[in-house]
């Protein structure tokens, strides 16, 4: 067992720090915060991102990614700004399960430009009476001639409002046991297609959006998979997404603890700096394991990932753990702030606002426990 990163990750690491100063800080510097990121500035951003491997990091190089491991992805991934991540996250998973599924046309077709960055895409599944179980997708694909007719309305979908094509979750009606579902790409530019961003409380740079389809007609040969094969996509989407979920969450935490470090070194209260009190060093070394645990069992899943090994329940432990541990430790490093902690200037509620979004993407906390519980007496109290 070895507790340090190689010379290479460390290399990796300091890379993806370096390209986030350089080139992407800049560009976001000439945006509004609080608003989401114009599509031209993403694509700029895309094509820095690229040239780290991150348009397709979980494919090989010989079907057009980077073939990078899991546990490499996960720390370049922790050092970008959680938003981005998020988009990032929404653009190659949607890749890698287009990926699986296609056929080799329907790759030369839509994979392309995506893995290039010029394109970006996204999944659309969550609908507004359907998030927790996705097998209860009601938008409809009906075949009609050398066409596909989509109906219904999705919800919360990443990527969407900036987004050339989005797969589609869609339920074809035949048969009521969920293995109806089709994947069905969708261009944007349709216009029976209307997507409408969502204001949220965090990520304001991001773009999560509701879509409408209304008799949203698309060739016959945009679906893949009538059946799918849900395993499969499982492993190389949903138990990677976790735990690097969890290590946005862990960036966010970590400027917390950065900040509120500072701090405890130069606000003085009763003769002295308050990081000199017992009681502030408690809650600066409570939000330190916070972080620390968070980051190393993230690694440890993303790791398991890359041995090939079952991380159903590891990946969802990672991810429930850290947006947990992460969402107190900023909350404890607002509080070693005092007032200040919820003063515009200092940031922190910036840090808190994005923190609280991220126990909700790729399951919810509950359903992450009801996974690692599943995983351990091999009972599923899902139904
Ligand atoms: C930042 C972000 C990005 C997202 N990106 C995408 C995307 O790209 N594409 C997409 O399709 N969706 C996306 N989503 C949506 C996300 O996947 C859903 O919000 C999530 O699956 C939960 O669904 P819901 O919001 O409908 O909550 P619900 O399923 O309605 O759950 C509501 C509450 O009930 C609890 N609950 C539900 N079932 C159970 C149970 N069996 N036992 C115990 N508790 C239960 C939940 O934990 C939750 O607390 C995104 C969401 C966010 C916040």
């Not at 690491?13 to 915060?33: G, T």
């Not at 297609?193 to 740079?205: F, N, P």
């Not at 979004?357 to 009801?370: F, G, K, V």
């Amino acid at each position: 067992m070895d507790f340090d990163l190689s010379t290479e990750q460390k290399l990796i690491q300091d890379s993806a720090r370096s390209m986030m100063e350089r080139d992407v800080q800049p560009i976001l510097d000439k945006h509004d915060p609080n608003k989401s990121l114009p599509k031209a500035a993403m694509l700029e951003i895309f094509s820095h991102l690229k040239n780290m491997g991150l348009m397709a990091p979980r494919l090989s190089e010989k079907d057009g990614g980077s073939g990078m491991s899991m546990l490499n992805y996960g720390l370049i991934y922790e050092q970008l700004p959680p938003f981005l991540a998020i988009a990032v996250m929404g653009h190659e998973c949607t890749i890698a399960r287009i990926f699986a599924e296609a056929t080799e046309e329907q790759k030369e077709m839509f994979l392309p430009d995506l893995f290039e960055g010029k394109k970006i895409t996204g999944t659309a599944t969550t609908e507004p009476g359907v998030g927790s179980n996705p097998r209860e997708v009601t938008t409809r694909v009906v075949e009609d001639g050398n066409e596909l007719v989509i109906n219904g309305r999705k919800m919360w979908c990443s990527n969407a409002s900036i987004a050339d094509i989005i797969n589609v979750t869609c339920a074809d009606g035949s048969d009521d046991r969920g293995a109806n579902l089709r994947r069905v790409v969708v261009e944007t530019d349709n216009p029976n297609m209307e997507v409408t961003e969502i204001e949220t409380m965090g990520l304001k740079m991001g773009h999560l959006s509701e879509i409408v389809f209304d008799d949203c007609r698309v060739p016959a040969v945009n679906t893949f998979g009538s059946a799918g094969d849900a395993a499969r996509l499982l492993t190389i989407t949903w138990n990677g997404n976790r735990p690097l979920c969890g290590l946005a969450a862990t960036h966010l935490a970590q400027k917390a603890l950065d900040k509120a470090t500072v701090y405890a070194g130069e606000r003085t209260q009763f003769g002295k700096a308050i990081g000199g009190h017992q009681l502030v060093q408690k809650l600066l070394a409570d939000i330190e394991t916070n972080v620390v645990t968070s980051r190393l069992l993230c690694y440890y899943a993303l790791d398991a990932l890359d041995k090939g090994d079952h991380t159903n329940g590891i990946s969802a432990m990672a991810k429930r753990y850290a947006t947990t541990a992460c969402e107190q430790a900023v909350s404890m490093a607002m509080h070693v702030h005092g007032a200040m902690g919820i003063a515009e200037e200092t940031g922190l509620d910036q840090l808190y606002r994005d923190v609280r979004m991220l126990p909700i993407p790729d399951a919810t906390n509950e359903i992450l426990t009801l996974i690692q519980g599943r995983e351990l007496t091999g009972m599923a109290a899902f139904r």
